[in-house]
T-cell receptor, first 119, second 111 residues
């Protein structure tokens, strides 16, 4: 199946700093990628949809100026958490849709996630 | 309000038995329903997808049913093994980009 990678897998930063997380589709081109956030014992919540070559679409309640998304190529999307605070500590997961999946449903392939801890 | 509820937060089952996980939803009209496996500290892994007009889908030891009248999906793992221990998530898809997840059921298969 399609493979999606994320980097870094784990990051610890000080409050007020910015953190960039990369999401790559390794063996397919993804025009659309998704960023999710998961707090302990809670479900994955969609933050934004990242479209190659255009602006990201943010879900209600997600600050676009705080969570900057750049989808510069068909295999790379980045999420930058700006001026991070302890409440931003969470598990961030990206996913990508493989167009070659034949359009059956919306089979999304997920990355391994990035654990962000803001001190 | 919209809700996706998975029957229990945790389920323990003896090895070799069939595990049955439940996903109930309200105020959604999903075109597809998907099941994922998530191991601790990892991203979800896609298992099965079932369309709204399908009643049942199978893949090896996995079986999924989808009842749009009851607004419920059942996920079965037959001949369960300790390696099946993980959190299982159901997800509803209502549109091209709209995938909504339940909170998951943590399954433990006891040897």
């Amino acid at each position: 199946g399609a493979v999606v990678s994320q980097h870094p897998s784990r990051v610890i930063c000080k409050s007020g700093t910015s953190v960039k997380i990369e999401c790559r589709s390794l063996d397919f081109q993804a025009t659309t990628m998704f960023w999710y956030r998961q707090f302990p014992k809670q479900s994955l919540m969609l933050m934004a949809t990242s479209n190659e070559g255009s602006k990201a679409t943010y879900e209600q309640g997600v600050e676009k100026d705080k969570f900057l998304i750049n989808h510069a190529s068909l295999t790379l999307s980045t999420l930058t958490v700006t001026s991070a605070h302890p409440e931003d500590s969470s598990f961030y997961i990206c996913s990508a849709r493989d167009p070659a999946s034949g359009g059956v449903g919306d089979t999304q392939y997920f990355g391994p996630g990035t654990r962000l801890t803001v001190l | 309000s919209q809700k996706i509820e998975q029957n229990s937060e945790a389920l323990n089952i003896q090895e070799g038995k069939t595990a049955t996980l439940t996903c109930n939803y309200t105020n959604y009209s999903p075109a597809y329903l998907q099941w994922y496996r998530q191991d601790p500290g990892r991203g979800p892994v896609f298992l099965l997808l079932i369309r709204e007009n399908e009643k049942e889908k199978r893949k090896e030891r996995l079986k999924v049913t989808f009842d749009t009248t009851l607004k419920q999906s059942l996920f079965h793992i037959t001949a369960s093994q300790p390696a099946d221990s993980a959190t299982y998530l159901c997800a509803l898809q209502t549109g091209a980009n709209n995938l909504f997840f339940g909170t998951g059921t943590r399954l433990t298969v006891i040897p």
